[in-house]
């Protein structure tokens, strides 16, 4: 049974390092893992829908989440894994989270800036709260 791994990205060199984990590891698998990357976009605001309609709210949104899967995407297909890409819209922790419940991913691979202790908790980092929300293991990569 194929694994499905969903790969939070939010197009920063820090997501980057859980991608360059699985390219490093594919070969360490009998059978690849199917990769999702996620790009979760925050919600405007409620008022802007007054002055720019719905279809053009969505639009920005695909294009900006698109962009920053841009380089996962590539960094992945050059490996020989071809990702499903999503973007969505909402708090990034419970998207992410929601996501791999409806989606029965096995694993969140996620990247971190490895801040921990007092740091971590005061930076209230996607990362750590991924990690309280998620029913499924999630692997932190530094």
Do not use: Y
């Amino acid at each position: 049974m194929t694994q499905k791994w969903l790969v939070p990205i939010d197009g920063s060199e820090v997501a980057l390092k859980s991608v360059a984990w699985i390219t490093e590891h594919l070969a360490d698998w009998r059978d690849a893992p199917q990769i999702k990357l996620i790009n979760v976009q925050p919600l405007l605001p409620n008022d802007i829908g007054r002055f720019i309609n719905a279809d053009t709210i969505r639009e920005f949104h695909l294009e900006a989440g698109m962009k920053a899967l841009g380089a996962a995407r590539d960094s992945l297909v050059a490996s020989g894994v071809t990702p499903e890409l999503h973007v969505m819209v909402g708090d990034a922790a419970s998207t992410i989270t929601d996501f791999a419940d409806t989606h029965d991913c096995s694993q969140i691979v996620l990247g971190t800036h490895g801040h921990s202790g007092l740091t971590g908790t005061l930076l209230g980092s996607v990362a750590m709260k991924v990690v309280h929300l998620s029913k499924a293991p999630v692997l932190l990569v530094r």
